[in-house]
Structures are given as C-alpha cells and as structure tokens.
C-alpha cells in the first residue's frame, strides 16, 4: 500500500502503521529485512519521516537537543576569555 503523503503528525504515524504492518507480513520493509521488530520499527520511523520531509531533530519532535540554561550559556562564553590576557 504507498504510502501517504503530509507532514502532519496523523499523516506520518499512519505511514509506520502501514510500514509495521507491511513487516509483519512478510518480514520486510522496502528492500531491507531488518532482524528484529524493533529493529524494523526505527527503520519505519525514519522512512516515515524522510516522505513526510520531517527531520528528527526539528524542534517540536519529542527527541529535539535539550535546551540550555542561561548559565549554561554564559559560563561558556567565558571559557575563552581567561587567554587573552
């Protein structure tokens, strides 16, 4: 079944439904045959994810790069200024 096309959250999680689905079957997703389940279902994420052209570290994903603190981002603005002495 092809998949469909989108960027909203329902279009891409319907997309590793069918791809979970599709390995079930018959044991493959595509052309690969990744060995486990879990295996197979980052591989449908990520096939998910590259149709709907969603990168997995936008913000508003669930794993985006934590955010720093205003002290965190201070004190490393102060690690070169010791040198220049």
Do not use: W
């Amino acid at each position: 079944m092809p998949l469909k096309s989108g960027k909203s959250r329902s279009a891409i999680s319907q997309n590793i439904k069918t791809l979970m689905h599709e390995y079930d079957e018959s044991g493959e997703i595509g052309t690969s045959h990744p060995p486990s389940r879990q295996r197979a279902s980052k591989q449908a994420v990520a096939i998910a994810l590259r149709k709907a052209g969603v990168s997995r570290n936008q913000p508003g994903n669930k794993r985006s790069a934590p955010r720093r603190s205003r002290a965190s981002r201070r004190s490393a603005g102060r690690r070169g200024a010791g040198s220049e002495r």
